[in-house]
């Protein structure tokens, strides 16, 4: 079985923290996405990576950057936490550009 | 703008009742569309569909696609409380290096005993 882990599933951080969300896959898939997930709003896509130091900004990046170095690690890291940060965080992994994606547990992060 | 719209945003059943969830959707290059569970954890895939009228079936599950009117249902018979869950409908959009997943808000399904 494909098993995606976020090494936090709940975190409290203060504004301005630096904020680090651990990812990690165990099935060689090439590509490796970050979604929030908030009430009403459904999933956004943060950022996404199709390839080892490859990334692409998805809908909604501001405040976000993500660190691709090795392929089955994909790390988001929120700068300088803010309060509209507070969220669950997805992380999911593909073996093709298209199709299923598989996905973490979540990393539930409020932001006081 | 791509968007996927899901209805109803909830509603609660009886075990043994019969549910049908809806998915409309406005996107560019449609692909597929996508069912998920989700439970209070991570979503687990239900189903994958790219063409119109093919039902897809697991057990109690079906779901099928129209592309001429664009949209999906996902059907649940004889529903027992462990399909209490938030339904999510993905729609894979694009071409190349930049298909993505466009998700709708979800249905929240509770079935009561």
Same mark, same amino acid.
């Given at each position: =079985?494909?098993?995606?882990?976020?090494?936090?599933?709940? /975190?409290?951080?203060?504004?301005?923290?630096?904020?680090?969300?651990?990812?990690?896959?165990?099935? =060689?898939?090439?590509?490796?996405?970050?979604?929030?997930?908030?009430?009403?709003?459904? /999933?956004? /896509?943060?950022?996404?990576?199709? =390839?080892?130091?490859?990334?692409?900004?998805?809908?909604?990046?501001?405040?976000?950057?993500?660190?691709?170095?090795?392929?089955?690690?994909?790390? /988001?890291?929120?700068?300088?936490?803010?309060?509209?940060?507070?969220?669950?965080?997805?992380?999911?992994?593909?073996?093709?550009?298209?199709?299923?994606?598989?996905?973490?547990?979540?990393?539930?992060?409020?932001?006081? | 703008?791509?968007?996927?719209?899901?209805?109803?945003?909830?509603l609660?059943v009886h075990e043994g009742d019969t549910v049908t969830l809806n998915?409309?959707?406005?996107? *560019?290059?449609?692909?597929?569309?996508?069912w998920y569970k989700q439970e209070?954890?991570?979503?687990t895939f239900l189903f994958?569909l790219?063409?119109?009228?093919?039902e897809k079936k697991s057990g109690r599950l079906s779901s099928i696609?129209?592309?001429?009117?664009?949209?999906s249902i996902l059907n649940i018979t004889a529903t027992q409380t462990g399909d209490s869950a938030v339904y999510?409908?993905?729609?894979?959009?694009?071409?190349?290096? *930049?298909?993505?997943?466009?998700?709708?808000?979800?249905t929240?399904l509770a079935v009561q005993p």
């Amino acid at each position: =079985d494909v098993k995606v882990t976020q090494s936090s599933r709940y /975190l409290v951080k203060r504004t301005g923290e630096k904020v680090f969300l651990e990812c990690v896959q165990d099935m =060689d898939h090439e590509n490796m996405f970050w979604y929030r997930q908030d009430p009403g709003l459904g /999933l956004r /896509l943060i950022y996404f990576s199709y =390839d080892v130091k490859m990334k692409e900004k998805g809908d909604i990046p501001e405040g976000y950057s993500v660190s691709r170095e090795k392929k089955e690690r994909f790390s /988001l890291i929120l700068e300088s936490a803010s309060t509209n940060q507070t969220s669950m965080y997805l992380c999911a992994s593909s073996p093709h550009r298209g199709g299923e994606l598989f996905f973490g547990e979540g990393s539930r992060l409020t932001v006081l | 703008e791509d968007k996927v719209v899901q209805s109803p945003l909830s509603l609660v059943v009886h075990e043994g009742d019969t549910v049908t969830l809806n998915c409309s959707y406005e996107v *560019t290059n449609f692909r597929s569309l996508l069912w998920y569970k989700q439970e209070k954890k991570a979503p687990t895939f239900l189903f994958m569909l790219t063409s119109s009228g093919i039902e897809k079936k697991s057990g109690r599950l079906s779901s099928i696609l129209d592309k001429k009117e664009l949209f999906s249902i996902l059907n649940i018979t004889a529903t027992q409380t462990g399909d209490s869950a938030v339904y999510l409908c993905a729609v894979e959009a694009g071409g190349g290096a *930049t298909n993505k997943l466009i998700f709708g808000t979800g249905t929240l399904l509770a079935v009561q005993p």
